[in-house]
């Protein structure tokens, strides 16, 4: 993998990583739990929100993890919005960034600047149902098997390439909620693996290919 400058991306013993989210916060939790460990190769430096309500934002001051808010409404419009999350992740000089339940979609600006280091988590077998309603489009169409995608992001929504994907069955009686749930208990498996894979190997993308190592 190489920076839009074309230096290459190296793994390092602690990758830096900031985190994006939304919500309340379980991938986040997850991986913050992983980097206690000296092993693991990466800790998360800093996490990023656009809603200042968010439980996400609780998590990293109870792990002492530097936080910031860049929510919409203090910003005079979407162009305006868009630099300042690429400002206050570029702060935190990360080695990746990890998009952990951010439900805004990235300008292709932040993409280009960080790109081929942006990872993203999906609850569903991609490419089959992107966007927003991936485990409601899955159960609507009838499938028996699901589950979730950590993918690379490009400019597209959820169309970058694959890293690594978990299967999730769909079990009879199951409606949108209880198949989320599991999908989620995978989803965040999945994630801390990756990342952590990430990290020590380190990541590079040839075409449709995101080739850990």
């Known amino acids: 993998m190489q920076t839009p400058s074309g230096h290459p991306v190296e ?3 602690h990758a830096r990583l900031v ?21 693991y190769g990466a800790r998360v430096v800093g996490v990023v929100s656009d809603k200042p309500d968010a439980g996400a934002l609780d998590l990293a001051r109870e792990a002492g993890v530097a936080s910031v808010v860049v929510a919409p409404a203090d910003f005079a419009d979407r162009a305006a919005w868009n630099i300042g999350v690429s400002e206050a992740v570029a702060v ?14 990235l300008a292709p600006s932040f993409v280009d600047r960080f790109a081929g280091r942006i990872v993203n ?25 699901t589950g979730c995608t950590v993918h690379v992001v490009d400019t597209g929504v959820d169309t970058g390439p694959i890293v690594a994907q978990t299967a999730v069955p769909v079990v009879e009686g199951d409606d949108e909620a ?5 999908i989620k208990v995978a989803e965040r498996a999945l994630l801390v693996e990756t990342v952590g894979r990430i990290a020590r190997e380190g990541l590079r993308v040839e075409g449709r290919q995101a080739i850990v190592g």
């Open 11 to 13: 793994s390092t013993a």
């Open 178 to 182: 209880t198949l989320h749930e599991r």
């Open 19 to 39: 985190v994006l989210a939304s919500g309340g916060g379980s991938n986040l939790a997850a991986l913050l739990a992983a980097h206690d460990n000296p092993g």
């Open 121 to 145: 988590t999906h609850p569903a077998l991609l490419p089959s149902f992107a966007g927003a309603h991936g485990v409601r489009d899955a159960l609507a169409y009838g499938v028996k098997v």
């Open 92 to 105: 935190f000089q990360p080695d990746y960034v990890v998009l952990a339940g951010f439900m805004r979609i």
